[in-house]
């Protein structure tokens, strides 16, 4: 490994606050296969590699993407192999490497680092010796059959406990078939997709504590700030949304305000306050004034705009918001209640209203287009929207490409061509131009969604192929679509 690179590590190491020591006799690693700064930003990542260091019996140490070489790209591969963080072994090293992976994107980057380190990326191909592969994760709910062909094990997110268990029997499991064996019979836990052809359903799995990063560091994503779990899952039905009850057949679990005291407890300078619907907790006014008052920033990781009034907002801006980010998703109100997202444009412009009440400096808004049946009526309305946000408060939108997803009722709506959403963003940036920032989200980075998520294995092996022989990315979207 490179002087320089080693330097990299070493420095991002030496920034980190709440490492623990590890002591245990046997190692594993934890790969976020992202941007280090991503995987330090994720609570479930972070949370999940402290218990297990917690055991006292496994050494578990960290890998990420090596962004201090470059960003991932298709068609140009890493040539070395990638080493852990806290000891610089290479992850071919290890005998249990586990992945986090929260979207289709990340399965490329991980497949990508296993081939770089001389890890066989099919579960099949590889032997007794290789290191046992397992996944987790978000991903791992919403595109298992992508994940089946080169994992040993997967456990469906928030199967936290399932994994812990697995841990605590592994040293007395001899060889991977053992250990197949006893995946299949936990199989409403976890899934050796070697042995069988289902998955297991979703469940959350009710804790005595919120997940908590132990460790932080300034080079994270969303700063230096001690993430704790707020909620589980989601109660709304927003149709597109793969966290939403309907997707997952479970409804919103909040986490109680006391248990995240105590789980903060001695409270730190920053907080994030994590999960898919954070400002539907309904303590989320009690636990933003207890925080406040002990003068901890604090951010929250999504927030409802039909939630936000007067004592909301104050709060954020007291919190150290100066940003409000809200969602509208559809593009008119009659989009919006076709895909039941219960927000109307009064929210947003109140909301927008009183941030600038409460010196917020501008609004972000996270906005899709090309939702199944969208007219040109429904992108004025867009853009009129637009125009009266911006004449509040600086708007930035973030316009992406609608991916229909599993399990969501829209799962079997269209995807659009890449022809139509350039001819909708030209006219939204022409409409808007001088008025809003734009932040187009590419239509390839949701093609690949699209076409990893309903080509499942097929694909997925696809794109094994495609990283094995530098495909373009162009390349590989030709060969999914053919599919
Ligand atoms: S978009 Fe937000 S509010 Fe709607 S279902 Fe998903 S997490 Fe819940």
């Excluded at 790969?31 to 280090?36: E, N, V």
């Excluded at 579960?123 to 062909?149: C, H, M, Q, T, W």
Aim: include cysteine; charge should be positive; hydrophobic fraction near 40%.
């Amino acid at each position: 490994m490179s002087f320089a690179r080693e330097k990299v590590i070493n420095l991002r190491l030496q920034k980190e606050t709440g490492n623990q020591a590890l002591s245990g006799d046997i190692p594993m690693v934890l790969i976020y296969p992202a941007h280090y700064g991503v995987g330090m930003a994720s609570c479930g990542f972070l949370h999940l590699h402290s218990r297990i260091n917690s055991l006292k019996t496994y050494r578990c140490e960290r890998a990420f993407w090596p962004d201090y070489l470059r960003k991932f790209k298709f068609g140009k591969n890493v040539a070395f192999p990638v080493r852990s963080y806290e000891s610089l072994t290479p992850i071919n090293s290890f005998p249990l490497v586990g992945a986090s992976l929260s979207w289709e994107y990340e399965l490329a980057q991980l497949l990508s680092m296993l081939i770089s380190s001389g890890i066989e990326p099919v579960a099949a191909k590889r032997d007794e010796n290789a290191p046992l592969l397992i996944a987790g994760g978000v991903l791992s709910r919403i595109a298992p059959f992508s994940l089946a062909p080169f994992f040993d094990l997967v456990f469906p997110v928030d199967n936290e406990d399932a994994f812990i268990d697995f841990l605590e029997t592994y040293p007395e499991l001899h060889g991977k078939k053992e250990i197949l064996q006893w995946a299949s019979r936990r199989h409403n836990d976890v899934w050796a997709p070697l042995l069988d052809n289902k998955p297991p359903p979703t469940s959350f799995y009710p804790r005595n504590s919120p997940a908590i990063t132990a460790i932080s560091t300034p080079a994270a994503q969303f700063g230096k700030r001690i993430l704790v779990e707020t909620v589980k899952g989601c109660s709304r039905n927003c149709g597109f949304c793969v966290m939403s009850r309907r997707a997952t057949g479970k409804k919103m679990e909040a986490i109680p305000a006391e248990k995240i005291f105590a789980a903060l407890q001695p409270l730190p300078k920053a907080v994030g306050l994590v999960g898919p619907a954070v400002s539907d907790h309904p303590q989320i006014k009690e636990i933003l004034r207890y925080l406040t008052a002990n003068k901890v920033d604090t951010s929250l990781s999504s927030l409802r705009a039909d939630r936000l009034d007067q004592e909301f907002v104050e709060l954020l801006a007291h919190s150290g918001y100066k940003t409000l980010t809200i969602a509208a998703d559809g593009s008119s109100q009659r989009i919006r209640n076709l895909i039941s997202k219960g927000i109307f444009a009064k929210h947003l412009i109140k909301a927008t209203k009183l941030a600038k009440q409460f010196s917020i400096n501008r609004i972000k808004l996270f906005q899709m287009v090309v939702l199944p049946n969208e007219t040109a009526e429904d992108l004025e309305e867009l853009c009129e929207l637009g125009k009266e946000l911006s004449s509040i408060l600086p708007l930035v939108m973030t316009i992406s490409p609608f991916v229909p997803k599993p399990a969501t009722p829209l799962e079997n709506s269209t995807f659009s061509s890449k022809k139509e959403i350039k001819q909708k963003l030209k006219y939204i940036q022409k409409e808007l131009r001088g008025k809003v920032e734009i932040k187009p989200v590419s239509w390839k980075a949701a093609a690949f969604e699209y076409y990893l998520d309903t080509t499942k294995e097929k694909g997925a092996l696809l794109l094994l192929q495609a990283l094995k022989e530098n495909w373009s990315f162009a390349q590989l979207l030709r060969m999914m679509m053919n599919l």
